[in-house]
T-cell receptor, first 113, second 114 residues
């Protein structure tokens, strides 16, 4: 069965510093990996995805993620954090097209000014 | 383009009452998903449909929950009778079945069962 782990419930960084939100996955085949962001009282918004190809994926709002097959990881990164990046971040995986996404438990990112 | 539309946004009801949540997917999408979000359990997949046909309902908690998709532009999630432990935010999402693309989420329906 496919699964996703986000080992940190919360990540705190200062504005302007780089940020990393960690994600590891487990699937039987080739993974399709996603990152979403959720602001309070809102739905989930898509940030980026890895399907195949370049291991470094660039997405919305300056975020990027690096796919590492040997470590089964897909960490979300941003070179310089903004206070407005403070939100709940979800990593998700599916093992084939047309199926549902399985989400991690989420990581709360807090960026201080 | 309109996104995924859910109604109601907020519902407060008493234990034992029937609750119906509604979802209109993005036009042209042929997969629809219902998720539930709680603090304790995070985001859980309840059920999903491809081309209006339920594919996996293993996440539906119990027989009190049912979901239908009578056509490509409408789905309902019904809870009868409702219980306080059903209190959660219920999200609907849609996508293209054949793709490897992302799901598009609605704003959610926050259910409180007293």
């Amino acid at each position: 069965a496919q699964s996703v782990a986000q080992p940190e419930d919360q990540v705190k960084v200062a504005e302007g510093n780089p940020l990393t939100v960690k994600c590891t996955y487990s699937v039987s085949g080739n993974p399709y990996l996603f990152w979403y962001v959720q602001y309070p009282n809102r739905g989930l918004q898509f940030l980026l995805k890895y399907i195949t190809g370049d291991n470094l994926v660039k997405g919305s709002y300056g975020f990027e993620a690096e796919f590492n097959k040997s470590q089964t990881s897909f960490h979300l990164k941003k070179p310089s954090a903004l206070v407005s990046d403070s939100a709940l971040y979800f990593c998700a995986v599916r093992d084939q097209a047309g199926t549902a996404l399985i989400f991690g438990k989420g990581t709360t990112l807090s960026v201080s000014s | 383009d309109a996104g995924v539309i859910q109604s109601p946004r907020h519902e407060v009801t008493e234990m034992g009452q029937e609750v119906t949540l509604r979802c209109k997917p993005i036009s042209g999408h042929n997969s629809l998903f219902w998720y539930r979000q709680t603090m304790m359990r995070g985001l859980e997949l309840l059920i999903y449909f491809n081309n209006n046909v339920p594919i996996d309902d293993s996440g539906m908690p119990e027989d009190r929950f049912s979901a239908k998709m009578p056509n490509a532009s409408f789905s309902t999630l019904k809870i009868q009778p409702s219980e306080p432990r059903d209190s959660a935010v219920y999200f609907c999402a849609s996508s293209w079945t054949s793709g490897t693309g992302e799901l598009f989420f609605g704003e959610g329906s926050r259910l409180t069962v007293l």
